[in-house]
């Protein structure tokens, strides 16, 4: 594909999260996902790590702020930006690293006012936050205004939104209020018993895909829902499928890892899930806020 001055398409991404050694989390899952779908990846570590933290404890290299932030402006300075399509952050190292994302995806929009930017707010879980409070608000009050697409967990959501998000009501509600377009909640209430799911909220559409949940789930599924997700927009996928066919690949390479015993997502063995999934999700379509509803109706397929 050419753009109208003939030249190639923004199709790059450039992906800023954390590398591990072994597992498929952070980048690894990302650059992954990603380059199997056909996009260039600019990989950016936000810290180093033997394996995911949740496996025991390891050593832990985060660079130093100044030499992150002059990596992030060389980048600024390529000769290569206008190849860019999109920028996706997700877990990052400190604080300190907020303002140089954030200088990277206003460089990037400037380029190409398509770009889109995903921002991941990796941030916590139901056991509570598992990075410093100034980061969380850093990600909350310096990226998330400039996302297009933010993907927060119903934790992430919670703590970010400072709502209860206890039901699909308040999750909507908390959503729209953050204030990314689009936001895809992981992990959100789901009504089929014993299910999980992805609900997708926008100013005037909420839809909610959902599968039956898995037990011990390895850790990446974020990443991965996050990466895959941009790869179906920039693909040109409408809201709707881009959730459905996201919500399949990401619950197929799940459920085929978990039957295999693997303590990591095996998405080397699975690649072909990500583009042709074949797992079956209920998408369903919610009651939007915005609508007017009788008391006690919280969706409608």
Not at 118 to 130: A, H, R
Request: glycine residues 8%.
């Amino acid at each position: 594909m050419t753009s109208e001055a003939g030249t190639a398409a923004p199709r790059a991404v450039i992906v800023v999260s954390s590398h591990v050694a072994r597992g498929s989390v952070g980048n690894r899952a990302a650059v992954f996902a990603l380059e199997t779908l056909g996009h260039p990846v600019w990989a950016v570590p936000t810290v180093m790590l033997p394996w995911h933290p949740g496996h025991g404890r390891a050593t832990r290299i985060v660079p130093p702020t100044e030499q992150f932030a002059a990596f992030m402006a060389d980048l600024e300075r390529a000769p290569w930006l206008g190849e860019v399509a999109a920028v996706l952050s997700g877990y990052l190292g400190e604080a300190g690293q907020v303002e140089a994302v954030a200088s990277l995806v206003e460089t990037v929009k400037a380029k190409n006012p398509q770009a889109l930017y995903v921002c991941d707010p990796v941030i916590g879980d139901s056991g509570g936050l598992y990075v410093a409070e100034a980061l969380a608000a850093g990600i909350r009050d310096r990226l998330l205004p400039l996302a297009d697409i933010a993907t927060p967990n119903r934790y992430e959501l919670e703590w970010l939104s400072g709502a209860k998000v206890d039901d699909m009501r308040a999750t909507m509600a908390a959503a729209l209020g953050l204030g990314p377009a689009t936001m895809l909640v992981t992990s959100a209430h789901a009504l089929m018993a014993n299910g999980t799911g992805n609900m997708l909220v926008t100013q005037t559409q909420a839809l909610l895909a959902e599968h039956r949940t898995v037990e011990r789930p390895p850790n990446g599924l974020g990443d991965l829902s996050a990466a895959v997700f941009l790869a179906r927009r920039l693909a040109g996928h409408t809201p709707a499928k881009a959730l459905q066919s996201t919500t399949a690949a990401v619950y197929e390479i799940l459920a085929r890892t978990s039957k295999r015993g693997g303590d990591e997502l095996q998405l080397e063995t699975d690649a072909q899930s990500l583009s042709h999934p074949m797992a079956m999700v209920e998408l369903r379509t919610l009651i939007h806020p915005s609508r007017s509803r009788k008391p006690g109706q919280d969706s409608g397929a």
